[in-house]
C-alpha cells in the first residue's frame, strides 16, 4: 500500500504496514508525516483567516453597539432642548434611588422651575426660549456634574 489515504485509512483501522519494523522506511514515514503537515499549515491558515475575520467582526460590533447607545441617547433626549424627556428622567431617578439606598448614601433631587417662562416664550419667541432653556440646562449641568440630569 503505496498512497497516503490507504496508509490513513490502515493506520485509522490500526493495521498499517508502519507498524511492523521491518517496513518501516523513512520514505513511508515521510509519505505519512508529509500530508499530516501540510494538513496542520492548512488548519494554521484557516485558522488564521478565521481569527482575522473574527477580529473584523468585533470591531464592526464595537462600533455598532456605539451607534445603538447614540441613538438611544437620542431617543431619551427632547430633541429640541436635548434634556432628558420624562421617561428617561423617571429612570435615572429610579436607578439614582436604588444606587443611593444600596451605598447608604444621600441622594438629593433638584427641581428648578423658570418663573415667567410662559411671559419669556411670549415675547422674545419659542427659539429664543429654547435657547434659553439649553442655556439653563447647561448652567445646571456644569454645576451640577455629569450625573445630573
Known amino acids: 500500500m503505496d498512497s497516503c489515504a490507504a496508509q490513513h485509512r490502515l493506520l485509522k483501522a490500526g493495521r498499517s504496514d508502519l507498524n511492523t519494523a521491518d517496513n518501516l522506511a523513512p520514505q513511508h514515514v515521510l509519505q505519512a508525516i508529509d500530508p499530516l503537515m501540510l494538513s496542520a499549515k492548512e488548519g494554521q491558515l484557516r485558522q488564521a ?13 464595537a462600533v455598532l453597539q456605539q451607534q445603538l447607545e447614540m441613538v438611544r441617547n437620542e431617543a431619551q433626549c427632547d430633541p429640541m432642548t436635548s434634556l432628558a424627556d420624562q421617561a428617561a428622567f423617571d429612570r435615572a431617578l429610579v436607578e439614582a434611588i436604588a ?3 444600596g451605598q447608604g448614601a444621600p441622594l438629593t433631587r433638584t427641581l ?18 429654547v435657547r434659553a432653556v439649553r442655556a439653563v440646562s447647561l448652567l445646571l ?9
Open 141 to 149: 449641568r456644569t454645576h451640577m456634574g455629569a450625573s445630573a440630569l
Open 112 to 129: 428648578c422651575s423658570l418663573d415667567y417662562f410662559t411671559s419669556f416664550v411670549e415675547r422674545f419667541g419659542a427659539p429664543a426660549s
Open 99 to 101: 444606587l443611593a439606598q
Open 49 to 61: 483567516v478565521v481569527r482575522t475575520k473574527l477580529d473584523a467582526t468585533r470591531c464592526k460590533l
